[in-house]
T-cell receptor, first 113, second 120 residues
């Protein structure tokens, strides 16, 4: 079946470095994508989103890139901090009468001092 | 603004027993989701309500799982009888969902802290 997945299960970075988390999706009909951050013992928390008619969107220290040609999504975190340590999920929205959020497997980001 | 409330936070039951989880979404949110998150995996959608109607339950194991959203507000998810493989965190989320609009204000899903279920 169609799914949203991630290339790397674990990413270790040094504090202050930039982090890049990747995600592949297979449903070309998906029109909206969201990155979520999940800390231990908590529910996923919205980070940033992007519509399919865009290829880049920037937030505070985070940037999402969308490449529809290869169905690839990435989350870039600038100057990674220890508080960024968490599991990151990309999710796709498949609209078609109603919105439906489908999550990928997740990448664990470990930030080392 | 109060967030999505879930209870209980933790539950341990023996296999073949029944269990129920409760969710109170953010006030005014039309859409309510129940997700199952097995350790090390992403959340898997079990059932989605739009107000008090089910719009998607394609991945809900209907022989043992049931859910309802009375009056389009609170929701309960029940498992009867539970199996060992049901051990997971059960997440409830809600979103405003103004029709089929896109964008954070319309579709952002706010999650509760989840209920961690252990079946022994």
């Amino acid at each position: 079946g169609e799914s949203v997945g991630l290339h790397l299960p674990t990413l270790s970075v040094q504090e202050g470095d930039n982090s890049i988390i990747n995600c592949a999706y297979s449903n070309s009909a998906s029109d909206y994508f969201i990155w979520y951050k999940q800390e231990s013992g908590k529910g996923p928390q919205f980070i940033i989103d992007i519509r399919s008619n865009m290829d880049k969107r920037q937030g505070q220290r985070v940037t999402v890139l969308l490449n529809k040609t290869v169905k690839h999504l990435s989350l870039q975190i600038a100057a990674t901090q220890p508080g960024d340590s968490a599991v990151y999920f990309c999710a796709e929205n498949r609209s078609g009468g109603y919105n439906k959020l489908i999550f990928g497997a997740g990448t664990r980001l470990a930030v080392h001092p | 603004e109060a967030g999505v409330a879930q209870s209980p936070r933790y539950k341990i039951i023996e296999k073949r027993q029944s269990v129920a989880f409760w969710c109170n979404p953010i006030s005014g949110h039309a859409t309510l989701y129940w997700y199952q998150q097995i350790l090390g995996q992403g959340p898997k959608l079990l059932i989605q309500f739009q107000n008090n109607g089910v719009v998607d339950d394609s991945q809900l194991p209907k022989d043992r799982f049931s859910a309802e959203r009375l009056k389009g507000v609170d929701s309960t998810l029940k498992i009867q009888p539970a199996k060992l493989e049901d051990s997971a965190v059960y997440l409830c989320a809600s979103s405003l969902d103004l029709g089929s609009g896109l964008g954070r204000g319309d579709t952002e899903a706010f999650f509760g802290q989840g209920t961690r279920l252990t079946v022994v």
